[in-house]
Nanobody, 123 residues
């Protein structure tokens, strides 16, 4: 089992900045990918940003140039720096991780979610 603990978020005025962090703990052999999704009222849960082992980060078009995802592999932690925030960024932000729990000749990965953290941007 893997637990994802998020921190950060809160209330900020438009144009401001916030940072989120998410630390993974538990039975972890390899974390293939870590990222952030968000869920705004009336919308589906959408990918915001993701970083994969050996790959380049990918971002939703709506946040490119404003958000930056980074990862500390030694701490199993992913960060999301959010700048130039807009009211439409208001949502619950969820951390996501794709994890291989144990070594195996045929490894299987599992997806885990954090509990979510609220980000509210006022106009």
């Amino acid at each position: 089992q893997v637990h994802l603990v998020e921190s950060g978020g809160g209330l900020v005025q438009a144009g401001g900045s916030l940072s989120l962090s998410c630390a993974a703990s538990g039975t972890i052999f390899i974390i293939n990918a870590m990222g952030w999704y968000r869920h705004a009222p009336g919308n589906q849960r959408d990918l915001v940003a993701q970083t994969r082992v050996g790959g380049r980060p990918n971002y939703a078009d709506s946040v490119k140039g404003r958000f930056t995802i980074s990862r500390d592999n030694a701490k199993n932690t992913v960060y999301l720096q959010m700048n130039s925030l807009k009211p439409e960024d208001t949502a619950i932000y969820y951390c996501n991780a794709d994890v291989i729990n144990r070594y195996s000749d045929f490894p299987t990965s599992y997806e885990y979610w954090g509990q979510g953290t609220q980000v509210t941007v006022s106009s």
